[in-house]
């Protein structure tokens, strides 16, 4: 018998598994047109197996963020650390494509999907987490126009980094977030001895 089950704690592999399955029904259908039904059927459980490691879908939509969201904590704290604004923008924008680049699919639906900015405002530390990540491309700018292009950069690179990208190697993908999110913030790539610096 599995000693995660006669120690009482759900069963690791099969909450990966149904995270899994729920990260390739969200990017198909989206996260407001997936049920626990269908991440039922799909793994081939009874609704009732789900509930045993996720009680609602928004449980399971914050177990597919949570690493996620880290791995933006990480970002924004880096580039937090860097002294000009200038500096901090370009780090948040080098590190969010990066990000973006390594999760292709679930970035551009979650983005674009109302019912997961919903659930994100129900935790305090995400919506802060966010307001600092946009609050880092804003300041290059201050004012009106700063939060336009902040806007314009981060919904583009989600949209860009989803399926209209098939096909584009990541690299190539990556420099052209880049490329194109310094462009819109009036950014220029660091020189070669300010990519050292903190």
């Not at 009874?46 to 933006?72: G, S």
């Amino acid at each position: 018998m599995d000693a995660s089950v006669v120690l009482g704690r759900p069963s690791t592999d099969t909450r990966e598994r149904l995270i899994g399955v729920a990260i390739d029904l969200f990017t198909r259908h989206s996260f407001a047109g997936t049920s626990l039904q269908m991440i039922a059927d799909d793994i081939g459980f009874t609704k009732a197996a789900i509930y045993h490691h996720f009680r609602t879908r928004e449980q399971l939509l914050l177990a597919v963020l949570e690493p996620l969201l880290d791995e933006l904590r990480v970002v924004v704290d880096t580039a937090q650390a860097k002294r000009s604004a200038h500096a901090r923008a370009d780090q948040m924008l080098t590190g969010y494509a990066a990000l973006a680049v390594r999760n292709r699919s679930l970035v551009g639906v979650l983005a674009a999907d109302p019912s997961v900015a919903a659930a994100l405002e129900e935790r305090a530390d995400w919506t802060q987490l966010i307001a600092r990540q946009f609050a880092l491309l804003a300041d290059v700018d201050p004012g009106p126009a700063g939060k336009v292009k902040a806007a314009m950069v981060f919904a583009g690179m989600a949209a860009a980094a989803g399926p209209l990208s098939v096909g584009l190697d990541d690299d190539d993908l990556r420099a052209c977030l880049i490329d194109a999110g310094r462009r819109t913030l009036g950014l220029r790539a660091p020189r070669r001895d300010e990519r050292k610096s903190p």
